[in-house]
DNA sequence: GGCACGGGTGTGATCGCTAACAGCGAGAGC
DNA sequence: GCTCTCGCTGTTAGCGATCACACCCGTGCC
């Protein structure tokens, strides 16, 4: 806009353009090489029908013009972007960055470019706006890192065949294909450990009630008390915070009778550890702790943290493995798929037989 | 490539195309509104010389069809794309992931697109393939959170012409502009608070040795001391998580003349605090420690850690507002910016004089 | 010799959009 | 009354790639 170009057909002085600032095109290289912009495209797109002299001398043209083919051009006729979208929430916790970067790697191996547009808040507006304007970027499909239903339900409202998935969280009665690792299996694994140490019963410290992921946490702890036949105690409203977690661990810390506690996620469990510190209760001697997500740091808390297990790049790479395979066949109206993987129980310090039976 | 597309041209029924599986496009809002193409991009581009009643009808017919512009074709022809690429590492960390927050949001906000290539390594080779992939997306400028040499000289292998930005690290003698904070001036503030306590001298437990902010922390560390006339103890080489910084301060923790340790960011004071812990090291009663970078979790750490708070997202914002300016005078051949923020202190419970200055 | 075949290559049309220019009425100025 | 401007709109020509098709030429076969 701020300098007009020159017009483009203007001087044609025969045969080297004296200085082009816009990098060389097809028809540059073509004629370097001697041969025809369609067979520029061929090597470039590695058709068989290329001799083996020719495709040298084309690739040599290449290299000495420094030529990057324009992938818009491509994308206008081909209608085939190599490009994905990513949309996402809360990108700096350590889960979901985590799964934009496994995203990411796997999509690069693919062969794909990505884009990402993270969105500011939760409702349905901001939604609706992210899946606009990867639609616009035509993107050959959608992963969303927002374990929401506002989120999920936003991306039905894409063009028909545009493959989704929804990394992290959704429910299953979804149109787009979901994978997510099982909570409430992981929520067992945590619960259940605590009850086999021979703690009575487990206090739990929630996530947001809105997120499925934190609902389906509740409730598998939920199930395995009941099915030991141990008291529920109630569950107070919270966010995924080292703050609620702090909030919530002190007035726990204050009630003697609670020995184990259930964390919906590390960083509730570094607030709620540092409540029972100050309480003056110790860590795993009279309360036992349990966390969920397995991050980095957790290892290093006082004391380091047992907790679940999430592999988040994983969950990342089969997202996009689901994406692909989506891609594949936008004709075949299959049903979309559901990935569930199975977390895993890590034992570090924090958890211990409850003062009573010790041994 | 798996599986060939079915040749495009297909049936033309004559008119109205039944079902139009690639959405609308401009001609078919035109037709729909009774005006020519033309006017349609006028709309769409808010041009003045529309007659209000012309553009409402064309709006009209837009959502009618529920276009949206193909913005492949858009790019063609205008060369610009309107797309930033960032190149990042590790993004999975706090603060990395909150610079990629902060770009894309301000980013979003100026009407770019964003799209991300990770790079798995620091290699040459890695950072100019993903300088390549951008280039061939036709990005507009590119911002690389990834504060070491390879990667910000890797940027001078762009097409002339193309705005850098170098977020979080960088040095001034680039090519590229740069944003970064004063990491020489948060490493004397947090020694200098340490020494003003009464401690004789401070340890540091460093970054890596080849990244340049580990270095500026090093050498703040080391002048504030000098300064004071305060003995300069050695540094061991380590990397930035809370492994290395438990490995560091098991060390320390032996030697009974260590009070204070200053750490390069929070997850290496993580480490040392778990180590001292285990040491039977009171902190901050007999040693006191200080962290680089205020992540959200060090608030809650025990005890509360008191460190140099670092705005990752802010750091996101100015280089996206250094490139926007520079992606403004593209012709203009002023020399590249260089940002810097000033970093703050912040004081919790993990300093206090040492034991023998107590009040 | 004539003809089908197929590897290797060139030609034209096209994707959807915007820039440049042309056209066309209506009101202003002489 | 005639031009001149100006607001509004339509027409045409690309952007840089791919696709469909035509073409050439050597080979193998009848």
Redesign the pocket.
Known sequence: ?TA?PPP??GIETGDAAPVRP?GS???DVARLA??????V??V??NH????Q??RLRVLDAMRALNYR??LA??T????RSRTLGIIGFETTLFGPASMLYGIEDAARQAGYFVTVATIPDLERASVLDAVDRLCQQSVEGIVAIAPKPTVTNGLHHTPAGLPTVAVGGGTETDASATVRIDNTAGARLATQHLLDLGHPTVHHIAGPADWPEARERVEGWRQTLYAAGAAVPPVAPATWTARSGYEQGSRLARDPAVTAIFCANDQLALGALRALHEAGRRVPEQVSVVGFDDTPDSAYYLPPLTTVRQDFAELGRRSLALLLSGIGRQRDPRPPQHVVLAPELTLRASTAPPAGRRA
Request: hydrophobic content about 30%; glycine content about 6%.
């Open positions: 806009m007009d483009t057909g816009r095109v097809m028809r001697g041969v025809s912009h369609q067979t495209s061929r470039l797109n068989p029908n290329v001799r002299e020719t083919r324009n051009a491509r206008l006729v081909t209608r």
